[in-house]
């Protein structure tokens, strides 16, 4: 089945990943490994990460890809498999993946959403920063280590209280469409 996907070559983009098994904290235990996969296939082919986070069973991401590329659905394929090969084997693994040599790690579909504007890029920016929050990991956004929020204070793009309880009266949303 051929699924309909944005392909916009440049464009920057939104993804929500997900482990089969949603009740493991298999991505934040091997997050090394993980971490190191992905600067490999950035290596092999390029792409920048505007904002990332990774929780125990599911990751956010927006990717900005280069100019006349249009490929994530590649990288993404090359990064669930690489980790996949550095974890150790164990999870339940259905007959038809058994059947086609896969393992069960990964969700075989992920969301993906084009980014339109700066304003849509800034809500998903939030969204992705907020969401240890939001999942009940953490009281603060600041206290998830697997985030590139903390990238974003260190350059002075946000402060070390963003996502706080003051901050929190204010907004209603991080970054969810009401």
């Not at 440049?10 to 971490?35: C, I, Q």
């Not at 206290?143 to 209280?161: A, C, K």
Request: hydrophobic fraction near 40%; aromatic fraction near 12%; proline fraction near 4%.
């Amino acid at each position: 089945m051929q699924y309909r996907r944005a392909r916009m070559a440049g464009g920057t983009f939104f993804f929500t990943v997900n482990l089969a098994n949603r009740n493991t904290d298999t991505l934040v235990r091997y997050v090394d490994e993980f971490r190191s996969v992905v600067h490999k296939v950035k290596q092999a082919h390029p792409f920048s990460i505007v904002a990332m986070v990774v929780l125990p069973e599911h990751l956010h991401a927006i990717w900005r890809l280069p100019e006349g590329d249009a490929d994530y659905a590649k990288r993404w394929s090359l990064i669930k498999a690489g980790f996949s090969r550095r974890i150790p084997a164990g999870e339940t693994i259905r007959p038809a993946r058994v059947a086609k040599r896969e393992r069960g790690i990964w969700q075989r579909r992920y969301w993906e959403h084009q980014i339109r504007d700066e304003l849509d890029l800034a809500h998903h920016v939030d969204y992705i920063h907020y969401n240890p929050v939001k999942h009940g990991w953490v009281a603060r956004a600041v206290d998830w280590p697997h985030s590139t929020l903390h990238e974003y204070i260190e350059r002075g793009i946000l402060p070390v209280d963003w996502g706080g309880e003051a901050q929190a009266h204010e907004q209603r949303c991080w970054g969810e469409r009401l």
